[in-house]
């Protein structure tokens, strides 16, 4: 006898906040993640359409099941009230997935503070102060804190001054907090390499350029961080101050 098709979702009734969740790798990771139980507060800053569209695809599956929370990550005051406004609705927390991200290049002639503050801001500081915020819930539920890193944090993305950095601060926020907030509270992060393309494009020069740099021959796909994720809230109960590279095997060396 197959004993998922009579068992409950191994998440379920778990929530997960997951920030920047309306698109791409985000809403990638919501949907496998529903898929396994768990109920998804889906955040954007400004694509209310796609996020609206992401809660009524998961809602339709299992009703009350996704929520959507509005709030601009770079103003520190609506980080704490954004945690709250999931707890309102949800009664508990299981996952914070810091997700959203800021990334263009920046190079250094032309650098500016704005350009700093924006992205060590969404990056590295709203993660921090999210993880402030989620943690008394986490701690409650022995819940999870997953961090969208980068391979960059590690080697450097020519005329990326200000995003690898901040990207790197993050891996070192990642491995800080699961000190810290142990043993209640697990914190892993997830290093993606050649995923999505940026939305402005790459010119095929480029794009082969990479390839090349990667083993595994091919780029990846939001399906593997999604997994990976999954992975790390569902199956890995003594995994903690983790970074795991998805990126074909680019990082090994290039």
């Not at 694509?47 to 339709?60: F, M, R, T, Y």
């Not at 992205?119 to 709203?126: D, E, I, Q, V, W």
Request: proline fraction near 7%; hydrophobic fraction near 45%.
């Amino acid at each position: 006898m197959n004993s998922s098709a009579t068992s409950p979702p191994a998440l379920d009734g778990q929530w997960g906040l997951i920030t920047g969740a309306g698109k791409r790798i985000g809403a990638c990771i919501a949907q496998l993640l529903h898929q396994h139980g768990m109920n998804i507060a889906v955040h954007y800053r400004s694509s209310v359409s796609e996020a609206d569209d992401l809660a009524g695809e998961l809602n339709a599956v299992r009703p009350n099941s996704a929520i959507t929370v509005q709030a601009d990550l770079l103003n520190n005051g609506q980080l704490a009230p954004l945690v709250d406004q999931v707890i309102a609705q949800s009664g508990r927390l299981d996952l914070l997935l810091n997700n959203a991200s800021t990334f263009y290049p920046t190079p250094l002639d032309t650098v500016t503070e704005e350009q700093w503050d924006d992205l060590f801001g969404t990056n590295l500081k709203a993660p921090l102060f999210l993880a402030k915020a989620a943690a008394p819930h986490l701690r409650r539920t022995g819940g999870n804190i997953i961090n969208i890193v980068d391979i960059h944090a590690q080697r450097p993305l020519r005329n990326h001054p200000i995003y690898g950095p901040a990207k790197a601060g993050l891996a070192m926020l990642t491995r800080a907090l699961a000190k810290d907030l142990a043993p209640e509270i697990r914190v892993n992060g997830v290093s993606p390499g050649a995923i999505l393309w940026p939305n402005e494009g790459m010119p095929a020069k480029a794009e082969q350029a990479i390839i090349r740099q990667i083993p595994l021959n091919r780029t990846g796909g939001p399906a593997d961080i999604a997994k990976t994720v999954l992975f790390l809230v569902k199956d890995a109960p003594y995994i903690t101050g983790q970074i795991i590279a998805v990126d074909g095997g680019r990082s090994i060396g290039w």
